[in-house]
């Protein structure tokens, strides 16, 4: 039997990304799977439906999309839909169960194997897979071009005839992915670029970016996985007083402090704002965990005094090309762990050329055991389960 994969137009009000672009696409056909594109999907990729080139098909009814083998998706798709997956199908996406116990929930009663994109660990086997990376890549860079867009001044220095400009100075709180990406974009844009983690092991990456890292004696907050814990109040406290100075002589601030699981954590506090200078601005990727500035509003960009603050809550659909390229790489490579050969029957050689696949889990694979949410009735996920019990 031929596996069927298939791709949703994504519902959410702003997501501009599709789970599969074309020439990924192309190369899933290749291994003699069909692929099933929802009308209209890559439209906000700037992918038009004939960019699907046969044997890709392009069906119109949801049916013909929620009743395939495998579902790739960006976002998990609504429950309504969820409902209509066949028990046993596997459903690939963000899922974000903390925030969404919905969805956690339809694909469980549907008997959905879901993997989480957002779980899929950060080992070196599964860089490729890796679509928090790859999406954050975009959100950083994305993030740099918004503070120089949103501020009236230069970010190079230059030297005219008109006099010398000096460069602008760019803060990068947070120095993750999406936060190098950031330095490093701010940096070819020509700006002074400072940056602050909590992570100190972050020091020699943001240096070699050509960034200063700024330090708050006393503050080291590495956690498990590469990732940071949650700040003590005492080093908060250093941190604040610590960072106002320089929040102070920026002219933008791009913050993308995250802490897994948990909300953004408040770095940029009223009073700090209120010491910025004039015209500067504030680039929150924490915004959609609630954001890092106590000011922050997700989804707006708002003016206080003379600060602009934006609060952006899903950066990589505003480069939804690149970011819809990356992501279908990512998952391509994720299907390629449970998309197997199939063997020859018993006795016989193995054909030549491409062979057949079919699906199959490999529960032992640490990357699948890691990133499942939901299987065979069953909720996979200890964080999954907590947001569902409330
Ligand atoms: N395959 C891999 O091995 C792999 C892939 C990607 C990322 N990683 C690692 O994962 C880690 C973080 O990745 P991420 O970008 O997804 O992280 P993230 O989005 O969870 O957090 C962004 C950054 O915010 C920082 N942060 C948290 N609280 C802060 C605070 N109060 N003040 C200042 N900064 C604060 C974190 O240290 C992190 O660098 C890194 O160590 C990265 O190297 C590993």
Known sequence: MTVTIAVPKEAASGENRVAMVPKVAEKLAKLGVEVRIQKGAGEGSRIPDEGYADPIKVVGRA???????????????DPKNLAKMKKGSIL????QAHQNPEAVKALNEAGVTCFAMELVPRITRAQSMDALSSQAS????????????????????????????????????????AGLQAIATAKRLGAKVEAYDVRTDTKEQVESLGADFLVAEGVKAEAEG???????????????????????????????????????PKIISKDMVAKMKSGSVIVDLGAAGGGNCELTKPGETVKE????????????????????????????????????????????????????RKLAIDWDDEVLAKSVLTHDGEIKNEAAKEALQG
């Not at 993030?143 to 990068?172: D, H, Q, Y």
């Open 92 to 95: 690939v996406s963000f899922v």
């Open 63 to 77: 049916g013909d999309v929620y009743n395939a083998d495998v579902v790739l998706a960006v976002n998990a798709p």
């Open 305 to 356: 005094g003379s600060v602009t603050i934006l609060g952006p809550t899903n950066v990589p659909a505003e480069l939804a090309e690149h970011a819809s390229e990356m992501y279908a790489q990512n998952l391509f490579n994720f299907l390629s762990l449970i998309l197997v050969e199939e063997e020859a029957p018993e006795g016989e050689d193995k054909p030549k050329g491409p062979q057949p």
């Open 138 to 177: 975009a959100a950083g860079y994305k993030a740099a071009l918004m503070a120089a867009n949103s501020l009236e001044r230069f970010l190079p220095m230059l030297t005219t005839a008109a006099g010398t400009i000096r460069p602008a100075k760019v803060l990068v709180i947070g120095a993750g992915v």
């Open 226 to 264: 590469g990732y940071a814990r949650e700040l003590t109040d005492e080093e908060k406290a250093k941190q604040q007083e610590m960072l106002a100075k320089h929040v102070g002589q920026a002219d933008a601030v791009i913050t993308t402090a995250a802490v897994p699981g948990r909300p953004a």
